[in-house]
């Protein structure tokens, strides 16, 4: 059962252009945390989200989590090759067991 | 960025055989995960620790089991390994003490079974 679905899983733009990627879940999650992964390297811890509403900011990133805290949704503004990478949405619901991970959604900014 | 080592960093080996990955961390941590990460699944919780020898299953345990003697090593053991586990496995940390669900990932080892 895949309980964070991502959209897209494939996203090309061209650099200057902004985007939003979406990571929904029908469960509540207690924290949801977004990482950024290279090829060939491991997940990179972005932002972790807490409470229902709140909005982060990253330099030009901006990470939102649903009021009901079982949503989240990535908005990058005038995108860079440089964000180029996979995006990977986590939700954690408590305890010790990890993190549930959505599948991923792949960006490629083109110059 | 967090100490976490991973080795191998890659690996072939045949049907049948035993495997056993490390993963190191040089953060004192207490909670310690192993994710495998295959296309079109994303990553998957295999085991975790919460302490010293205190270990539970996760998600795609079949076939794995872990072993936690000290505070810095996690390791992985295929006990046969098959090719439905070629994948690339990735070792997490996490502090109890730190931000709900925030964890670290080591760099990954690619297993690689014929």
């Known amino acids: 059962t895949q309980l964070l679905e991502q959209s897209p899983q494939f996203l090309s733009i061209q650099e200057g252009e902004n985007l939003t990627v979406y990571c929904n879940s029908s469960s509540v999650f207690s924290s949801l945390q977004w990482y950024r992964q290279e090829p060939g390297e491991g997940p990179v811890l972005l932002v972790t989200v807490v409470t229902g509403g709140e909005v982060k900011k990253l330099k030009r990133l901006t990470f939102q989590f649903g009021d009901a805290r079982k949503d989240s949704s990535l908005h990058i503004t005038a995108a860079q090759p440089g964000d180029t990478g996979l995006y990977l949405c986590a939700g954690e619901r408590g305890g010790a067991d990890g993190l549930t991970f959505g599948k991923g959604t792949h960006l490629i900014i083109q110059p | 960025d967090a100490g976490i080592t991973q080795s191998p960093r890659h690996k072939v080996t045949e049907t049948g055989t035993p495997v056993t990955l490390r993963c190191h961390q040089t953060?004192?941590?207490?909670?310690m995960y192993w994710y495998r990460q295959d296309p079109g699944h994303g990553l998957r919780l295999i085991h975790y620790s919460y302490g010293v020898k205190d270990t539970d299953k996760g998600e795609v345990s079949d076939g794995y089991s872990v072993s936690r003697s000290k505070t810095e090593d996690f390791l992985l053991t295929l006990e046969s390994a098959t090719s439905s586990q070629t994948s690339v496995y990735f070792c997490?940390?996490?502090?109890?003490?730190?931000?709900?669900?925030?964890?670290?990932f080591g760099p990954g080892t690619r297993l690689t079974v014929t």
């Open positions: 953060e004192n941590h207490r909670y």
């Open positions: 997490a940390i996490s502090d109890s003490a730190g931000a709900p669900g925030e964890q670290y």
